[in-house]
């Protein structure tokens, strides 16, 4: 069936580097993808979504990459920061589709 | 949170018991959505509602039951039908502006275990 997954599930950075993590998905009708972060205990927050019409959008310190050739979504974060630490998801919709379809999502462990 | 409101933080179900958690939003939205978290794992559609009086089953519907009478209202039951309900449970809402997609915003979930 379709699906979205992701490649790694734990990801270890020290402060200040970049962080690249990383998504694929399997629907090549696809056209809306976002990333969520979810801190323990508590509901996800959006953090940037993007289009299929663009391969690359910009936020605060992050930036979300969409190749469609090859189905894959990556999420960017500049100067990582222990806050940052957090799980991430990825998810995708199709247009006239109602739900979101989540990947299992990564582990994000920031040292200082 | 986004203007969406669950409660309570920690509920604890006994054999057989049926127990409801409340998901209540201002945000105008007519899409909301009930979804199931397990440990180290990611979200699962329970069941979702799209406009008033009216909602489908999710992936893992079986043992749950949902209303939907108020639009800024959908509250879950765990019925006594669910052999493992322990989990953390999240509600969700959306405009519904199809064909456009637009994000789900949660609330801050409800922890259920089971005595």
């Known amino acids: 069936g379709e699906s979205v997954g992701l490649h790694l599930p734990t990801l270890s950075v020290q402060e200040g580097d970049n962080s690249i993590i990383n998504c694929a998905y399997s629907?090549?009708?696809?056209?809306?993808f976002i990333w969520y972060k979810q801190e323990s205990g508590k509901g996800p927050q959006f953090i940037i979504d993007?289009?299929?019409?663009?391969d690359k959008r910009q936020g605060q310190r992050v930036t979300v990459l969409l190749n469609k050739t090859v189905k894959h979504l990556s999420l960017q974060i500049a100067a990582t920061q222990p806050g940052d630490s957090a799980v991430y998801f990825c998810?995708?919709?199709?247009?006239?589709?109602?739900?979101?379809?989540f990947g299992k999502g990564t582990m994000l462990l920031v040292s200082p | 949170d986004g203007g969406i409101t669950q409660s309570p933080k920690y509920l604890f179900r006994k054999e057989g018991q049926n127990v409801t958690l409340s998901c209540e939003q201002n945000?105008?939205?007519?899409?909301m959505y009930w979804y199931r978290q397990d440990p180290g794992q990611g979200l699962r559609l329970i069941y979702y509602?799209?406009?008033?009086?009216?909602?489908q089953k999710g992936d893992i519907a079986e043992g749950y039951s949902v209303s939907r009478e108020k639009k800024e209202s959908f509250p879950l039951t765990v019925t006594s039908a669910q052999k493992n309900p322990t989990a953390f449970y999240l509600c969700?809402?959306?405009?519904?502006?199809?064909?456009?997609?637009?994000?789900?915003?949660f609330g801050s979930g409800t922890q259920l275990s089971v005595l």
């Open positions: 969700a809402s959306r405009a519904d502006k199809r064909p456009i997609n637009e994000k789900l915003f």
């Open positions: 629907n090549s009708a696809s056209d809306y």
């Open positions: 993007i289009r299929s019409n663009m």
């Open positions: 998810a995708e919709n199709s247009s006239g589709y109602s739900t979101l379809t």
């Open positions: 945000l105008n939205h007519d899409a």
């Open positions: 509602s799209q406009i008033v009086n009216d909602f």
